[in-house]
């Protein structure tokens, strides 16, 4: 594997900034990893998902948005969402143009959230979404839903969640998939949160996330 520090500038448009890896015998697919609200390109799960993906044959991008370009602490505004989504696709046409016609967008919590926000409104932008810890409502407001752009993805959707994330469990996360009106998977982890890595997971969990996105995906 080669892991080459990644920056493209333009006038007008987001900064596209973080890694690729680049597997030693690629396949034809991309994917593009986006961090969540309190992270950045460098966190645990996000490092441990891009070198799992690239070791079996994939090239991963895994990219700081803008919010946090702009600012190496904190969480984003809500100013932010629509460049951060503008960041998003600009990094999908950067990987289309190197790497691959078959990207894939995945991003953590926040950076799901945007990515499915951008995937609602351009169905043919990607071959598929990776949504981990979908932030389905605050923690203890179970009734401010983050569904509303969800009826109109058209995109082929993995979602992983944690048994016990305060951001919606599993079983709500489920309870949500009929409203989208295309082919989903949830694949639950179990005794984990919002993080989703955890000490006893660190290993098994990135193999096993390649190993049901190769499979709904095909």
């Given at each position: 594997?080669?892991?080459e520090?990644?920056?493209d ?47 079996s ?12 370009q ?49 995937v ?21 407001q ?61 290993t ?15």
């Amino acid at each position: 594997m080669k892991l080459e520090r990644f920056r493209d500038e333009h006038p007008g448009d987001p900064t596209v900034s973080g890694f690729i890896h680049h597997p030693t015998i690629p396949s034809d697919d991309a994917l593009i990893l986006a961090h969540g609200a309190g992270a950045n390109c460098e966190s645990p799960l996000l490092v441990a998902l891009a070198g799992a993906f690239c070791s079996s044959g994939t090239t991963v991008l895994r990219c700081d948005l803008p919010f946090r370009q702009a600012r190496p602490k904190g969480r984003p505004l809500g100013q932010c969402a629509r460049r951060d989504r503008a960041g998003l696709k600009r990094a999908v046409d950067l990987m289309k143009d190197r790497v691959s016609k078959t990207i894939y967008l995945g991003g953590h919590a926040y950076g799901g959230y945007q990515a499915s926000i951008l995937v609602a409104s351009e169905p043919s932008l990607v071959n598929g979404l990776m949504l981990l810890s979908y932030p389905l409502h605050p923690p203890q407001q179970p009734t401010q839903l983050r569904i509303s752009h969800l009826a109109a993805v058209r995109t082929r959707a993995l979602f992983v969640q944690a048994s016990r994330d305060p951001f919606g469990t599993h079983q709500e996360v489920r309870s949500v998939l009929a409203t989208i009106p295309t082919e989903t998977r949830l694949v639950t982890v179990e005794d984990a949160r919002h993080e989703l890595l955890t000490e006893s997971n660190s290993t098994k969990l990135p193999r096993l996330i390649v190993r049901e996105f190769r499979d709904f995906f095909g």
